[in-house]
């Protein structure tokens, strides 16, 4: 991409005003008067645009649940030609089959570096994941590396929502709703279905992606933590209008049931002039999380960190939630400060946007700003052994982490891995021996 298109979207970038709020109905018209007042479709909608319901859950959900928005376009989504079949490059979807899921706690460093113009689209990389898209179960973990806009092409994906969690590079997300700045500290989230295109505003991009095929990302009860904290709702930010009147071919990239498909459309679907609704994409600055934590003794468990859950049919447990470990004050007494050492249910992937996780060693072969880590159901983790001695070891006065942001995406199935990310030169090797050396002191 040339520095002149960066510059262009950099501009653009600088000035995008936002609709707030997480869940509630946003409505935003490009032009005055393109928005029906009083009904969704009237019988000749406004300023000759066609009227169209998207829909993020069934009808019939409760309303709590219910996402759904209205489009006004240019052009009726329906006019398309056939989609066909093309690669799937380095994606992969659920089920996961490939190869046995693995008990073994595996670390990655970075992708590597993309050939030269890999868009975002093109440098999707599957990790692993769980459940089954057509049963719109489960998740997927997608790494991504760019270093060229999306151009004359969109994507959109049916199988599931998709939450970017940059690492790398600031991007511009131009969706059918209008437009997203999601730099790194942020999050964004593209439902279900909705057509994007990501530009980059810098030279290359990295990053991170959960696909949730189950029900959508939602903020988490705060029970007796009240009606504030954690994640607020006023954070969240979905964009205003913003419609491309392109004519001309566009590529309109699919993925149906794990697989990508294409179709090359004489016009920008990007055409939606006015809309409202709740099944909209948004942008969440995770430096704003209300951290929570103890302010006396023990370390809480990490669903305190909860920014979005997507629920399951039972009460408490999510089929992936997405935590961030964000600067915070340590102040616990006697207490062992850093993660404890412990064997989950839940399969817990972590990646780190920038510095230092407080569990584990940085630096080059440790977990490093891109790199993540499996800790499958029931393996044994915790805090590597030189974190383990240093904590064990600390003078325990109130001491602020501020150096780094790490997430994770912790899901109730176990994670299997793809047959690419078990391969990859960038899977350390011998991640194990971060643990090795925790001798024992008890003497009977
Ligand atoms: O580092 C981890 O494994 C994640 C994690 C963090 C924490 O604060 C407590 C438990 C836990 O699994
Ligand atoms: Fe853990």
Known sequence: MSGTDNERARKTAESLAYSSGFGNEHSSEAVPGALPHGRNSPQRAPLG?????????????????????????????????????????????????????????????????????????????????????????????????????????????ADGELLIVPERGALLLRTEFGLLRAAPGHVALIPRGVRFRVELLEDSARGYVCENYGRPFT?????????????????????????????????????????????????????????????????????????????????????????LTSPSDTPGLAGVDFVVFAPRWLVGEDTFRPPYFHRNVMSEYMGLIEGAYDAKTAGKGGFVPGGGSLHNMMSAHGPDRD?????????????????????????????????????????????DTVWQGLERHFRS
């Open 49 to 157: 645009l066609y009227a169209e319901q998207l829909s993020g859950t069934a009808f019939t959900e409760p309303r709590s649940s219910n996402r759904r928005s209205w489009l006004y376009r240019v052009r009726p989504s329906a006019a398309h030609p056939a989609f066909s079949r093309i690669d799937n490059g380095a994606l992969r979807g659920a089920p996961f089959t490939e190869v046995e899921a693995d008990p073994n706690r595996l670390r990655w460093d970075p992708l590597p570096e993309p050939a030269a113009g890999t868009d975002f689209l093109a440098g999707l990389w599957t990790l692993g994941g769980n459940g089954d898209a057509t049963q719109r179960t489960g998740m997927a973990i997608h790494l991504y590396a760019a270093n060229s806009s999306m151009t004359d092409r969109v994507f959109s994906d």
């Open 387 to 431: 974190t383990f001695e240093a904590a064990s070891a600390a003078e325990l006065a109130p001491r602020k982490v501020s150096d780094g942001l790490a997430f994770m995406f912790e899901t109730r199935w176990p994670v299997t891995a793809t047959a690419q990310a078990l391969a990859a030169d960038h899977l350390q090797s011998g991640y």
């Open 219 to 307: 903020l988490p009860d705060l029970g007796p933590i009240g009606a504030n904290g954690l994640a607020n709702a006023r954070d969240f930010l979905a964009p205003v209008a913003a419609y491309e009147d392109v004519e001309g071919p566009v590529q309109v990239v699919n993925k149906f049931c794990g697989n990508l498909w294409s179709a090359t459309y004489g016009h920008s679907p990007l055409d939606v002039v006015a809309w409202h609704g709740n099944h909209v994409p948004y942008v969440y600055d995770l430096r704003r999380f209300n951290v929570i934590g103890s302010i006396s003794y023990d370390h809480p468990d990490p669903s305190i960190f909860t920014v």
